[in-house]
């Protein structure tokens, strides 16, 4: 069985709907402050898939070396919000000219992680996911139920 770009594109935009509903679950004063075990905070976590997912992408794509930057100066939730808006929109927009016949293409991203296209897809998708679990596990010591894995 094969998967169909439109479907992988789903797969992948359903993580990000979910991962949105986790940031938007987040108390503002805890977002970049909150942290467990030496982890980094959730608002550092979302920071590092912002530097990585669009422009990761993008960097597929069209060849162009992205500038790779997670500690970017966002400091709101409003903020990361709207910027993962931005990033979802790239998304679509660059997954459109992204022809299956590539996924087996070697890349090298942002001069640091050399895979096959459709090896650093995945890598995108399952590091939202490990983060997104990191939330998770914030959000209940918190004491806030987070949205359910499920109703992506």
Do not use: C
């Amino acid at each position: 069985m094969q998967i169909s770009a439109s479907k992988w594109l789903d797969i992948w935009q359903a993580n990000r709907r979910l991962t949105r509903r986790v940031i938007e679950a987040f108390p503002e004063d805890q977002l970049f402050s909150f942290s467990i075990g030496g982890m980094r905070t959730f608002g550092d976590m979302i920071k590092e898939l912002l530097a990585v997912e669009g422009p990761g992408i993008e960097e597929i794509v069209t060849g162009v070396r992205q500038k790779f930057d997670e500690h970017a100066s966002y400091q709101t939730k409003h903020e990361l919000l709207d910027k993962w808006d931005a990033e979802t929109a790239r998304i679509d927009k660059f997954w459109a000219d992204l022809p299956s016949e590539k996924y087996l293409e070697r890349v090298n991203l942002f001069g640091q992680y050399e895979s096959s296209v459709i090896d650093a897809i995945l890598y995108f998708v399952e590091n939202e996911i490990h983060h997104r679990g990191q939330g998770f596990v914030y959000l209940r010591s918190l004491g806030i139920q987070p949205p359910f894995f499920w109703e992506r």
